[in-house]
């Protein structure tokens, strides 16, 4: 495949944890993925990773909560690449604290960043799929907004919920373009954010109340990425898919 024929893939967040491995699968898979983060010394350091692998990568400075920046990536992409195939929505924030005392500001960001700026980046990626009769948009939700979990999660978890619903109502609007909106739920995963969230109390906790009694890795999350992006899942549309280690199945735990 030329460079010119490449799908390209679109990854926010991109610059670490899951989006980070996403791509990386994904480029892996033959695309020219565009690693977009707020953080743009690490997406060009990860973009040259890639390249120095043999892959095709690029990166873009892109903060999913300002409406601006959502614009000038998606037109960047279009205006060199002329395609959009699939869009990751990987960016994200959490910050934890008591329902009582939550902060409203807080709550407030937190809806921002997780729901209006997946909400702009999968809008902005539609229009360009559209016009070529194809697109995956995968939205990387949470366990969290299915069932809670755990204490302190008002915003994080309700975010999360939105996202499924938005996901939802994409896959509906959307699949008369040829464009499929799938969410991925991950359990709690070895990143950069759940090492500074999760205690140590916290995580024994929550493995103990997963079958497989472990925290997933990356990889795991990508690999899901993976397949609902190729060819073969055409015909999966508006799910969600818990890759959790069972942690959705056992509500009862040990009993």
Known sequence: MTLANKKVAVITGGAMGIGAEAASALASDGHHVIICDINTTEAERFAQHLRDQGFCADAFQIDVGTPASVSAAFEWVEG????CDVLVNSAGIAKTMPFLEF???VFNRTM??????TF???QLAARIMRKHGFGRIINIASVAGMRAVGKGRTAYGTSKGAVIALTRQMAVELSEYGITANAIAPGPVDTPM???LHSDEFRKAYSNAIPAKRYGTTREI???VSYLASDVSAYVNGIVLPVDGGFLA???GDI
């Open 80 to 83: 060199k690449f002329g395609r």
């Open 194 to 196: 759940t090492k500074e």
């Open 222 to 224: 990508a690999g899901a």
């Open 103 to 105: 902060d409203a500001d």
């Open 250 to 252: 056992w509500g009862a």
């Open 120 to 122: 702009l980046c999968c």
């Open 112 to 117: 921002l960043i997780n729901v209006t700026g």
